[in-house]
């Protein structure tokens, strides 16, 4: 069964850093094959994309609501995609999910969903 699963999220003040981390398994390709996407949602708002890597990690994409503040990356060997915040915000408080694409590149249109991890920021 493909499966995509986050962890990393949780309760921090303003200022601070995350890392978010999104583990796939069972996909239709290999890990290798397939682009990756982060996205969020807010209480009250629609979901919304900040991040696209390709298979290969060398395509990187993010929203310009959080651009230079995220980074994505990924980690063959773990089967796992990763996304730095830094410098957190309130606006960023969401539920942050991991998708795995139908493709090799960004933008992806996604076929898998993880269950999501939670981020709070604080003031």
């Known amino acids: 069964q493909a499966q995509v699963e986050e962890s990393g999220g949780g309760s921090v003040q303003a200022g601070g850093s995350l890392t978010l981390s999104c583990i796939a398994s069972?996909?239709?390709?290999?890990?290798?094959?397939?682009?990756m996407g982060w996205f969020r949602q807010a209480p009250g708002k629609e979901r919304e994309g900040v991040a696209c890597?390709?298979?290969?990690?060398?395509?990187?994409r993010y929203s310009d609501s959080v651009s230079g503040r995220f980074t994505a990356s990924r980690d063959s060997s773990k089967n796992t995609v990763n996304l730095q915040i830094d410098n957190l915000q309130p606006d960023d408080t969401a539920m942050y999910y991991c998708?795995?694409?139908?493709?090799?590149?960004?933008?992806?249109?996604?076929?898998?969903w993880g269950q999501g991890t939670q981020v709070t920021v604080s003031s």
């Open positions: 069972g996909l239709h390709r290999d890990f290798d094959d397939v682009a």
């Open positions: 998708s795995a694409g139908g493709g090799r590149t960004c933008p992806i249109s996604s076929q898998y």
């Open positions: 890597i390709n298979d290969d990690g060398r395509n990187i």
